[in-house]
T-cell receptor
Framework: DAGVIQSPRHEVTEMGQEVTLRCKPI?????LFWYRQTMMRGLELLIY????????DSGMPEDRFSAKMPNASFSTLKIQPSEPRDSAVYFC??????????????FGAGSRLTVL | DAKTTQPNSMESNEEEPVHLPCNHS???????IHWYRQLPSQGPEYVIH???SNVNNRMASLAIAEDRKSSTLILHRATLRDAAVYYC??????????????FGTGTRLQVTL
């Protein structure tokens, strides 16, 4: 089991550039989550998908952020245009099964984004 | 959502047991108690969860108070590799918000030789 795979691990870009973060969930997991972590705000849920369908995107900060899940094995989080305040570590997580309150999330290693 | 309260930081000596407390006085009957930890430069990692009874697994034990208003994560023998931020999180199984795993500030555990 390779776990949740995120790429890139590190990204440095300039303000105004487009950033795309990628995530491959664990095979067989049917829910996928995008989190963001900063020193100021801690870990925040941005959006999650069940069976490739976005369920709750209320955590997405603004229209510059978008997330897609074209199939069960791939998701992207895109920021366009990027701003320095988007600098953070972005985590992807996946979960197997229906939402019971008891099932657990497996997180990837994260993508550290720095916007200059 | 019911909230949790944890100490900001704790220290432990290596090879000693560690008891990490969590208060959740507004917990509902359908809330599961979850613990995750985050090692430096890594993503959060599941540790253990329970509903009413105490739970044990290879990583830790979870002791839940009889009134469920508090719980304690027990690491039986802390090692340097257990130095991490530990998060206590409530997940409601009924309202449909269980997916919203909401992290607080957690407890930063330092382990020293």
């Amino acid at each position: 089991d390779a776990g949740v795979i995120q790429s890139p691990r590190h990204e440095v870009t300039e303000m105004g550039q487009e950033v795309t973060l990628r995530c491959k969930p664990i095979s067989g997991h049917n829910s996928l989550f995008w989190y963001r972590q900063t020193m100021m705000r801690g870990l925040e849920l941005l959006i999650y998908f069940n069976n490739n369908v976005p369920i709750d995107d209320s955590g997405m900060p603004e229209d510059r952020f978008s997330a897609k899940m074209p199939n069960a094995s791939f998701s992207t989080l895109k920021i366009q245009p990027s701003e320095p305040r988007d600098s953070a570590v972005y985590f992807c997580a996946s979960r197997k099964g229906v939402d019971t309150g008891a099932n657990v999330l497996t997180f990837g290693a994260g993508s550290r984004l720095t916007v200059l | 959502d019911a909230k949790t309260t944890q100490p900001n930081s704790m220290e432990s000596n290596e090879e000693e047991p560690v008891h990490l407390p969590c208060n959740h006085s507004t917990i509902s009957g359908t809330d599961y108690i979850h613990w995750y930890r985050q090692l430096p430069s890594q993503g959060p990692e599941y540790v253990i969860h329970g509903l009413t009874s105490n739970v044990n697994n290879r990583m830790a034990s979870l002791a839940i108070a009889e009134d469920r208003k508090s719980s304690t994560l027990i690491l039986h023998r802390a090692t340097l590799r257990d130095a991490a931020v530990y998060y206590c999180i409530l997940r409601d199984s009924l309202t449909g918000t269980a997916s919203k795993l909401t992290f607080g500030t957690g407890t930063r555990l330092q382990v020293t030789l």
